[in-house]
């Protein structure tokens, strides 16, 4: 397949969807393969242990490194990009998707309880390019919700894969501004009527309309994205 993806968790049907939305239908094409791995095969003991208390206490639980770093071993190979989804990560970004979607071989390591052992990602990243990344500053329960919508975000770039290709050519964020508004039929629903300029046939007046709605939702909604301030990644929002 053009992109392989390999996910880690210890509920492995939680990542069931990936297969019926979009990854599947890139799936069926081979073009993208989807493998999950339940995380307790790799257990020794009869509970089939995967976590452990903290060192230096505080509340739950850590997952055990014995457990994931022969996983891991056997998952991801060199080649490989290992994605650790957590709340501490670098913000995952469409640039990042971009870069991503041109790998061959990702994998995915789902943590849940507080985490995984942080020598885990210390010994991967002495073979493997180890991206520890946060899909937003709110608390999620695991890493496997974070996952799905880093696949999602990645598996729509490759090409192949969405069926208009144009449609991410004109993603929102590439161009470092918010969506405008977007209409359907009926012209006239609720007494709501679909702005004139997107009726009439003027495609220069059609995208200096959308450029105004996009550059108001921004400024209104997302006054960090006009900032202007020395973004870090210099990804393609700019
Ligand atoms: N953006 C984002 C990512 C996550 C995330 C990812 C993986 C895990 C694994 C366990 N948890 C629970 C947890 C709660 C608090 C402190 C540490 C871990 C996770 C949360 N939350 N929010």
């Not at 073979?127 to 919508?149: C, K, N």
Request: hydrophobic fraction near 40%.
């Amino acid at each position: 397949p053009r992109l392989r993806l390999d996910v880690v968790s210890i509920f492995p049907d939680y990542l069931e969807p990936l297969r019926l939305s979009l990854p599947g239908r890139a799936a069926e094409r081979g073009i993208v393969s989807l493998a999950v791995h339940d995380l307790r095969d790799w257990t020794h003991d009869v509970h089939r242990a995967v976590d452990d208390s903290p060192y230096g206490g505080g509340p739950g639980m850590v997952m055990k490194p014995e457990i994931w770093g022969p996983c891991l071993d056997d998952v991801c190979p060199d080649d490989a990009i290992l994605v650790v989804p957590t709340p501490a990560g670098v913000p995952f970004t469409q640039a990042i998707a971009e870069e991503l979607s041109a790998a061959t071989h990702l994998v995915f390591a789902c943590g849940r309880y507080e985490g995984i052992d942080q020598r885990v990602v210390d010994d991967a990243a002495r073979r493997v390019r180890v991206l520890e990344l946060s899909i937003g500053d709110y608390v999620l329960i695991g890493g496997e919700v974070a996952t799905m919508v880093m696949v999602e975000a990645i598996v729509r770039l490759v090409d192949g894969v969405l069926g208009n290709a144009e449609s991410h050519r004109q993603d929102s964020f590439s161009d470092g501004l918010l969506e405008a508004p977007a209409y359907t039929r009926p012209q006239t629903w609720r007494g709501l009527s679909v702005p004139d300029v997107l009726r009439g046939g003027d495609h220069a007046a059609i995208l200096a309309w959308r450029r105004e709605q996009s550059l108001a939702r921004t400024r209104d909604r997302r006054p960090d994205l006009l900032a202007g301030e020395p973004d870090t990644d210099h990804g393609s929002r700019g």
